[in-house]
Nanobody, 122 residues
Framework: VQLQASGGGLVQAGDSLRLSCAAS????????IGWFRQVPGKEREFVAA????????FYADSMKGRITISKDNAKNTVYLHMNSLKPDDTAVYYC????????????????WGQGTLVTVSS
């Protein structure tokens, strides 16, 4: 599975942004596609995840209410909508695919995209 994250950029505090994760290769129904973010010097942080089949959704408490994860099976793409962005949301955002049951830990994920940088100015 190959993953391509896109949609990052420079935005102002309060703005919204939609990130995309385009997946190619064979995606099994049991896969979970997740979004993580990482600030230099800090650990990668779970943001949200969605199960490919059935659409079960999981959000990090830290961002719940400001983010929505969705998918378009026809396009093999998962989206992360982020609203009311804050400077603290500045990070590189990664999408990843997990083939097992876990979704919150980065160690549950087997395939990673290259990341897209989101910068939120105050």
């Amino acid at each position: 599975v190959q993953l391509q994250a896109s949609g990052g950029g420079l935005v102002q505090a309060g703005d919204s942004l939609r990130l995309s994760c385009a997946a190619s290769g064979r995606i099994f129904s049991s896969y979970v596609i997740g979004w993580f973010r990482q600030v230099p010097g800090k650990e990668r942080e779970f943001v949200a995840a969605i199960r490919w089949s059935g659409g079960s959704i999981f959000y990090a408490d830290s961002m719940k209410g400001r983010i929505t994860i969705s998918k378009d099976n026809a396009k093999n793409t998962v989206y992360l909508h982020m609203n009311s962005l804050k400077p603290d949301d500045t990070a590189v955002y990664y999408c990843a695919a997990a083939t097992g049951l876990g979704y919150r830990s980065e160690h549950s994920y087997d395939f990673w995209g290259q990341g897209t940088l989101v910068t939120v100015s105050s």
